[in-house]
């Protein structure tokens, strides 16, 4: 079963009714363009490969977390407020936190780029 976009403007969504209007007027596929159509792993492999290593480290760390007890938990927790030089986040620290990407571009375009040493 396919669903079809909303046709009308979605408030609220992030971004403007004049970029929804700039981007909102792909018409509907044909029978033709459905037939010629190939899979995202196939038009786009290297991001499909990149897609699927950020899914895996994903899915390794909450099974990680799962598997932690309660026992753990405290440990680490404890661990962290002994240790002076790094304090853990509060709520208003994390609001702050910005991307690399945003923050220090550069960095993250030399790193990126494979000349980050």
């Known amino acids: 079963m396919t669903t079809k976009p909303p046709t009308d403007f ?8 004049a970029d929804w209007n700039e ?3 792909n018409p509907e596929w044909t029978e033709a363009d459905i037939e010629q159509a190939v899979p995202f792993a196939e038009a786009f492999p290297a991001l499909a490969a990149l897609s699927m290593q950020r899914n895996e480290a994903r899915r390794r760390a909450l099974e990680a ?10 440990a680490i927790n404890a661990g962290i407020a ?7 986040l509060t709520d208003e620290d994390a609001a702050r936190l910005r991307p690399a990407a945003e923050t220090v571009p550069e960095i993250v375009a030399r790193h990126r780029s494979g000349r980050l040493t």
């Not at 598997?67 to 938990?73: A, K």
């Not at 002994?82 to 853990?88: K, M, R, T």
């Open 10 to 17: 979605p408030t609220g969504q992030g971004f403007t009714e």
């Open 65 to 74: 977390l799962r598997g932690m007890g309660p026992d753990e938990d405290a």
């Open 23 to 25: 981007v909102s007027d």
């Open 82 to 88: 002994q240790d002076p030089d790094n304090p853990e």
